[in-house]
């Protein structure tokens, strides 16, 4: 097929193509949103994994996917709607033909009323088939501009952690390049962000349009635009793809805004709060655990009614408890900090450097042992912890505690830990409070 944009014949295949476009539309939409809500809970359940395991990247990928899923199914509900009515307007057409006025009989305010303000109805059936040809299309863009505002916060949250805040590089690149390059890409999305809502007012004056363009074509790499920027133009030159640009803002924020609302039950109690002497939240006990809901909490216990004559705590792992360990045991803090993305791939095998970091792994646990302990019942116990991983995948430290001298009934489980000061005296802090039932099975 010659694909010539200036060929006649390319030209009329293009207009054959926008006439039948419509079903291919229905068919896209109908595909796309079985997918997608197919496609929600198995990103929600990774977010969740995600959140537990604490894997940033991971995060902002499937908060990205969610957020692209609700503005996909959103539109497209909408698109499939409205190309509904079209197509049974059709339908009515073809019974009825245009709307006659004066078969209606109504009085001449109300007649010319409704000619001025209702119109043909080819003219009805042409709005509508404007409305879903547009959605359709602002659809799939508003997905780009998910991904353009998701790439400059993590460009600028890359210059923030690797140029100013790494200690490796001089300070006349960390702070002498590096926060002018921050300024330059939080001032260049703000004003690249005005632009956009404004419709490209930034471009129409000469004077302004020429400091603009600098970092109108560092933002175009940045936020990926030349791959749609015709599209958006398409838009602009058309009076109702304005109009729906301008109102996609505003929209979109009072949506986020109406789902955040939440019904109080109480003006003391919601179902957030911590685990307390006197409120449970189900995150701190395994079996009660929602893995579809819930984050899991920071420490957790097998139930909420224990008939063993143990009590099973698990700690989970944070990159805070690491560099504690850090602080009370410099020799474990790394040369170089291999926190964060990584490969499985092992170029060479260092059987020293393994057998270095076993010793480690043993002195990060006794490490972790000198600072955390559990109470119950203000009765302490030392247990063991040993390095675990949980069956979502969430690491931590697992331990332990024997529990059948005590008496049937309430008790209170506490994780404590010491907190060394600059005096070098040492405070008992308390991490979680954890209440559970005991009963001699």
Known sequence: MN?????????KLLQKLQEESWQLELLISGFAIFGLFTAIEPIYLSLQEAKNSEQAYKIIICVV??????????????????????????????????????????SKKFTKYLEKRVGSFDKYIATLENYCSI????????????????????????????MIDNDNLPNWISRGIGIPLLLFFVFGALITFFDFVSQGLLKKKNWISKIYFPIYWVFSFVTLSFLYR???????????????????TPLFIFL?????????????????????SYVINNSNYEDLFDEKVDDINKVTIQSKVI????????????DLIENRMFYYNPGL??????????T????????????????????YIKTFNSIYFVTIDSLTYKPEFVFSKTKRGTLGFETYVGISSLNEGKHLLDLKRRRAEDNKDTTILRVERIPFWYFKD
């Open 344 to 363: 499985d791939i092992v170029i060479i095998d260092d059987g020293r450097k393994r057998k270095n970091k076993d010793s480690l792994r043993q002195e």
């Open 256 to 276: 986020f805004v109406a789902t955040s609302f939440r019904y109080n039950k109480s003006n003391y109690f919601s179902k957030n709060l911590k685990s307390s």
């Open 230 to 248: 015709p599209l958006i133009y398409n838009f602009l030159d058309n009076k109702f793809g304005r109009r729906l640009s301008f109102l996609l």
């Open 135 to 162: 959605i359709f299309a602002v659809s799939f863009l508003l997905i780009f501009y998910v991904l353009a505002l998701t790439f400059t916060i993590i460009v600028i949250a890359l210059i923030g952690r690797f």
């Open 3 to 11: 694909n010539d944009y200036n060929n006649p014949a390319f030209k």
């Open 307 to 318: 008939k063993d004559p143990f009590v099973k705590v698990f700690v989970k792992h944070s």
């Open 65 to 106: 996917a969610l957020i692209s899923c609700a503005i996909l199914i959103f539109n497209l509900l909408l698109h499939v709607l409205l190309r509904g009515l079209w197509i049974g307007a059709l339908g009515l057409r073809y019974v009825s033909g245009d709307i006659d006025y004066e078969k209606l009989r109504y």
């Open 333 to 342: 803090k790394p040369d170089k900090d291999i926190r964060g993305i990584t």
